[in-house]
């Protein structure tokens, strides 16, 4: 399981990814930088996973992955145990939406 800061930071990472995509998103990212609630910010991942699937543009659903991968990119220079974990929670992210 992620670690619960390494969540919160990844998902404000998917937040900045999105921004440019739903409205909502900034004001979420606020919510989510101010946060120490972990069920927060589950739900925020779930309706953001939601949000994603409501987008009838394939390029647009998958400019969004890719902007997610990079994300992905960025934890290569993390210790191989929180790798892992932030790999699988991305992973598991991209494949749910």
């Known amino acids: 399981m992620v670690a619960k800061e390494q969540k919160k930071e990844l998902l404000v990472n998917i937040l900045k990814a999105i921004d440019s995509f739903r409205d909502l998103a900034e004001w979420f990212l606020t919510i989510v930088e101010n946060t120490k609630d972990d069920n927060l910010i589950n739900n925020i991942l779930i309706e953001i996973q939601n949000w994603i699937k409501l987008i009838k543009s394939q390029?647009?659903?998958?400019?969004?992955?890719?902007?997610?991968?990079?994300?992905?990119?960025?934890?290569?220079?993390?210790?191989?145990?929180?790798?892992?974990?932030?790999?699988?929670?991305?992973?598991?992210?991209?494949?749910?939406?």
Do not use: G, P, S, W
């Open 59 to 97: 390029r647009k659903r998958e400019n969004i992955k890719k902007e997610i991968n990079n994300i992905y990119e960025k934890y290569n220079n993390k210790t191989e145990q929180d790798k892992e974990k932030a790999e699988e929670f991305l992973e598991n992210f991209i494949n749910n939406i």
